[in-house]
């Protein structure tokens, strides 16, 4: 693995985190699956797999308890579940629950953004309403 530092310079030209200490970097992962769960009594539910081959980084989402037809937008977001941050990295909206996307993104700008989540919404006109989420990175 490798570290990346931010924050102030030491005198050796090294940044660091304002407490000091490093912030270690999750290792390219060839594929890894997040839990998308309920979010505000939805029913929906599922899987999203995440791949990271060379500079593309795709994202596959499968949910349960979707409507058919409806299409939900999707996007990965900074902060947690419990408190979903800005937009940081469109997805593919969802149609019958199913969504495969080439994230405009390389691994490496995906962590920088970290944390973040995978947030789906209820549908295009309801984009408050959000029926899924799942960690992506902590």
């Given at each position: 693995?490798?570290?990346?530092y931010?924050?102030?310079?030491n005198?050796?030209?090294?940044?660091f985190?304002?407490?000091?200490n490093p912030v270690?970097?999750?290792?390219?992962?060839e594929?890894?699956s997040?839990v998308?769960?309920?979010?505000n009594?939805?029913?929906q539910?599922g899987?999203?797999i995440?791949?990271a081959?060379?500079?593309?980084?795709?994202?596959?989402?499968r949910l349960v308890g979707?409507l058919?037809?409806?299409?939900?937008?999707?996007?990965?977001?900074?902060?947690n579940?419990k408190?979903?941050?800005?937009k940081?990295?469109?997805?593919?909206?969802?149609?019958?629950?199913?969504?495969e996307?080439n994230?405009?993104?390389?691994?490496?700008?995906?962590?920088?953004?970290s944390p973040?989540?995978l947030?789906i919404?209820?549908?295009?006109?309801?984009?408050?309403?959000?029926?899924a989420c799942?960690?992506?990175?902590?």
């Amino acid at each position: 693995g490798f570290l990346i530092y931010y924050g102030k310079k030491n005198e050796y030209g090294k940044k660091f985190v304002s407490s000091g200490n490093p912030v270690s970097v999750p290792k390219k992962p060839e594929s890894f699956s997040i839990v998308l769960n309920e979010q505000n009594g939805s029913g929906q539910s599922g899987i999203a797999i995440i791949e990271a081959k060379n500079d593309i980084v795709t994202v596959k989402i499968r949910l349960v308890g979707a409507l058919p037809g409806i299409s939900q937008p999707a996007y990965i977001y900074s902060g947690n579940c419990k408190s979903i941050g800005e937009k940081k990295f469109p997805i593919v909206p969802l149609v019958n629950g199913e969504s495969e996307t080439n994230v405009i993104a390389t691994w490496d700008e995906i962590v920088k953004a970290s944390p973040i989540v995978l947030g789906i919404h209820k549908s295009a006109e309801e984009e408050n309403v959000f029926t899924a989420c799942g960690r992506v990175l902590p």
